[in-house]
Nanobody
Framework: QLQLVESGGGLVLPGGSLKLSCTAS???????????IGWFRQIPGQGREGISY????????EYATSVKGRFTISRDNAKCTAYLQMNNLRSEDTAVYYC??????????????????WGQGTQVTVSS
């Protein structure tokens, strides 16, 4: 299975930018490009919100309405890493951000039940 580790979170001013990374280590013959990658976020006391998806080779992407036009998902399979570039951040973007991996080929805003492997999360705080 993949093991996923997020990084790049932190404190940023409203209107600022952050770039999150999701790096995978593999074992037992699994390879990074076997998986689509999704990004989710969770505010304390609420469920996880799927915000972006990228297909195995990056040809297809999808975004939730809440982040479309501000966030960009990408991946570099040679580095076993996916990214989430977040621009024009707002206070309501404050959350713990998670990446996750799926074998599903469906191009859609991520649904939690479709994802098998998860990172530990990274905190993003947007505040002045």
């Amino acid at each position: 299975q993949l093991q996923l580790v997020e990084s790049g979170g932190g404190l940023v001013l409203p209107g600022g930018s952050l770039k999150l990374s999701c790096t995978a280590s593999t074992a037992s013959g699994f390879t990074f490009d076997e998986y689509g990658i999704g990004w989710f976020r969770q505010i304390p006391g609420q469920g996880r919100e799927g915000i972006s998806y990228i297909s195995r080779y990056g040809a297809a992407t999808e975004y939730a309405t809440s982040v479309k036009g501000r966030f960009t998902i990408s991946r570099d399979n040679a580095k076993c890493t996916a990214y989430l570039q977040m621009n024009n951040l707002r206070s309501e973007d404050t959350a713990v951000y998670y990446c996750a991996a799926t074998k599903s080929r469906r191009v859609e805003v991520p649904r939690e039940d479709k994802y098998d492997m998860w990172g530990q999360g990274t905190q993003v705080t947007v505040s002045s």
